[in-house]
């Protein structure tokens, strides 16, 4: 791209917040609502016109597991929006704390209220354009683009919530980018809707995972009638009446950092899903022979772009040693779930590996009762005194960053990073001045699970 000698313009300046958070996905708001609690001036930033990032906008069908399987782990904020969605679906068990199934649209209005009743104002359809540093690890201003055009706004502290890393990448701050050897990217999913599903053939039919050898996946992907299914991802949910979600196909070789091919991508992902609902009409009538797409997720279900380098990298040593640390701002107890590649798909497809042994070497699950720690310092990057970061580009290594990249253990990093920010404003804006052992008790008694 051929440079150009932009015009200087005075754009409007406000500097009346204490904490800016980037990105209104879970850990966004989480992070959001605890500055707000803590008596802190927050601005929450979102790019699209809803909170919750890939649970709303993104159409993920289901929360992954809460609990460890004794404990639930991701406790505090994150237990508390996935519960008082799962009041108002009434065919999920009361119990249920695992896999639970996730109503889009009342997950957004869950949000709404409780970022909006904690204090903090949010900016919709505003996107993080450019950042300001002092030279000396300081970020002392946000440029965003939104309807007003562009706008500047400082505050004393940010969290960097967009997922990709943008505004500590863009601040100076030293990051990894998928295989640090080949620079692969794991695929992505592009969630949809099916309606007018028959309930009864759904719940009590063929069963769709590929777990099941029987599954109608297997033959929607031996078919040359649906060329953009190349392997067997099938996760779905029943999400309400004659309704089912799906986490389901693979749209590889997708970078969420590079806007032009995002955008083909996208639509790639949409003609995925109609072959897919086309698929299951055919080798699923009982179901879907006259089920409709609904719709598709505003966003690409991505699972892997930048990973912070903080002053911490958690690692898959880490995770299988099941290790603590004397800073831990939350457990995690997800397993490591890195998604095939094409390649490896195709060798299920032609019968050289069968797909468990593929997913033997794509994971590793706990037992019930074990978790690893995130410590604080992976949440600091490194070089930078007053940015913090939390959700999938938080500092680790790309192994575990297929633990650490899903919506629960992001709720909790984001309620911690949020609730650090804000104690930072009274340690001279420094995010390693805080007191941890102070920040870890605030997070006890506000119902965070810190054993």
């Given at each position: 791209?051929?440079?150009?000698?932009?015009?200087?313009?005075?754009?409007?300046?406000?500097?009346?917040?204490?904490?800016?958070?980037?990105?209104?996905?879970?850990?966004?708001?989480?992070?959001?609502?605890?500055?707000?609690?803590?008596?802190?001036?927050?601005?929450?930033?979102?790019?699209?016109?809803?909170?919750g990032?890939?649970?709303t906008?993104?159409?993920?069908?289901?929360?992954?597991?809460?609990?460890?399987?004794?404990?639930?782990?991701?406790?505090?904020?994150?237990?508390?929006?996935?519960?008082?969605?799962?009041?108002?679906?009434?065919h999920v068990?009361?119990?249920?704390?695992?896999?639970?199934?996730i109503?889009?649209?009342?997950?957004?209005?869950?949000?709404?209220?409780?970022?909006?009743?904690?204090?903090?104002?949010?900016?919709f359809?505003?996107?993080?354009?450019?950042?300001?540093?002092?030279?000396?690890?300081?970020?002392t201003?946000?440029?965003?683009?939104?309807?007003?055009?562009?706008?500047?706004?400082?505050?004393k502290?940010?969290?960097?919530?967009?997922?990709?890393?943008?505004?500590?990448?863009?601040?100076?701050?030293?990051?990894?980018?998928?295989?640090?050897?080949?620079?692969?990217?794991?695929?992505?999913?592009?969630?949809?809707?099916?309606s007018?599903?028959?309930?009864?053939?759904?719940?009590?039919?063929?069963?769709l995972?590929a777990?099941?050898?029987?599954?109608?996946?297997?033959?929607?992907?031996?078919?040359?009638?649906?060329?953009?299914?190349?392997?067997?991802?099938m996760?779905?949910?029943?999400?309400?009446?004659?309704?089912?979600?799906?986490?389901?196909?693979?749209?590889?070789?997708?970078?969420?950092?590079?806007?032009?091919?995002?955008?083909?991508?996208?639509?790639?992902?949409?003609?995925?899903?109609?072959?897919?609902?086309?698929?299951?009409?055919?080798?699923?009538?009982?179901?879907?022979?006259?089920?409709?797409?609904?719709?598709?997720?505003?966003l690409?279900?991505?699972?892997?772009?930048?990973?912070?380098?903080?002053?911490?990298?958690?690692?898959?040593?880490?995770?299988?040693?099941r290790?603590?640390?004397?800073?831990?701002?939350?457990?995690?107890?997800?397993?490591?779930?890195v998604?095939?590649?094409?390649?490896?798909?195709?060798?299920?497809?032609?019968?050289?590996?069968?797909?468990?042994?593929?997913?033997?070497?794509?994971?590793?699950?706990?037992?019930?009762?074990?978790s690893?720690?995130?410590?604080?310092?992976?949440?600091?990057?490194?070089?930078?005194?007053?940015?913090?970061?939390?959700g999938?580009?938080?500092?680790?290594?790309r192994?575990?960053?297929?633990?650490?990249?899903?919506?629960?253990v992001?709720?909790?990093?984001?309620?911690?990073?949020?609730?650090?920010?804000?104690?930072?404003?009274?340690?001279?804006?420094?995010?390693?001045?805080?007191d941890?052992?102070?920040?870890r008790?605030?997070?006890?008694?506000?119902?965070?699970?810190?054993?």
């Amino acid at each position: 791209m051929n440079g150009y000698a932009l015009k200087a313009r005075n754009i409007p300046f406000s500097d009346q917040y204490d904490v800016i958070i980037a990105g209104g996905g879970p850990a966004g708001c989480t992070a959001a609502i605890a500055s707000a609690r803590e008596g802190r001036k927050t601005l929450l930033i979102e790019a699209t016109g809803c909170l919750g990032g890939m649970g709303t906008g993104g159409l993920v069908p289901a929360w992954c597991p809460f609990s460890d399987e004794v404990n639930v782990i991701y406790a505090g904020l994150g237990e508390q929006i996935m519960e008082k969605v799962k009041a108002t679906m009434p065919h999920v068990p009361k119990k249920l704390v695992d896999w639970v199934p996730i109503d889009p649209e009342m997950l957004k209005a869950v949000y709404d209220d409780m970022v909006t009743e904690s204090g903090a104002d949010v900016l919709f359809n505003t996107f993080l354009s450019a950042v300001d540093t002092d030279g000396n690890g300081n970020v002392t201003a946000v440029i965003v683009s939104n309807k007003d055009g562009l706008s500047a706004y400082s505050a004393k502290m940010y969290v960097d919530c967009t997922g990709d890393g943008d505004l500590s990448v863009w601040a100076g701050a030293e990051y990894e980018k998928g295989d640090p050897e080949t620079g692969a990217l794991q695929p992505a999913s592009h969630c949809f809707i099916i309606s007018n599903v028959d309930s009864y053939g759904y719940q009590f039919g063929t069963a769709l995972h590929a777990g099941n050898p029987e599954s109608p996946i297997y033959k929607i992907a031996a078919s040359d009638k649906y060329p953009l299914v190349h392997d067997f991802h099938m996760c779905n949910n029943f999400v309400g009446p004659g309704t089912v979600g799906f986490n389901a196909g693979h749209v590889f070789d997708v970078d969420n950092t590079n806007p032009r091919t995002l955008s083909k991508d996208l639509m790639t992902g949409r003609k995925l899903a109609r072959q897919l609902r086309d698929g299951l009409a055919e080798f699923h009538p009982e179901a879907f022979a006259n089920s409709y797409l609904a719709q598709t997720g505003a966003l690409m279900g991505i699972r892997e772009t930048r990973r912070i380098i903080g002053d911490y990298v958690v690692t898959r040593d880490d995770f299988v040693a099941r290790r603590t640390f004397s800073d831990e701002i939350c457990r995690n107890c997800y397993y490591i779930d890195v998604h095939n590649t094409k390649e490896e798909a195709e060798k299920v497809l032609s019968g050289e590996q069968t797909f468990e042994e593929m997913c033997e070497t794509r994971a590793v699950h706990y037992g019930p009762g074990e978790s690893h720690g995130v410590p604080y310092r992976a949440l600091t990057p490194k070089g930078l005194n007053n940015v913090l970061v939390a959700g999938r580009s938080v500092s680790s290594d790309r192994i575990v960053n297929g633990s650490l990249r899903v919506m629960p253990v992001c709720l909790a990093m984001g309620e911690a990073a949020g609730m650090a920010a804000a104690m930072a404003v009274d340690a001279g804006c420094d995010t390693r001045k805080i007191d941890v052992a102070t920040l870890r008790e605030k997070l006890k008694a506000a119902g965070a699970y810190l054993p």
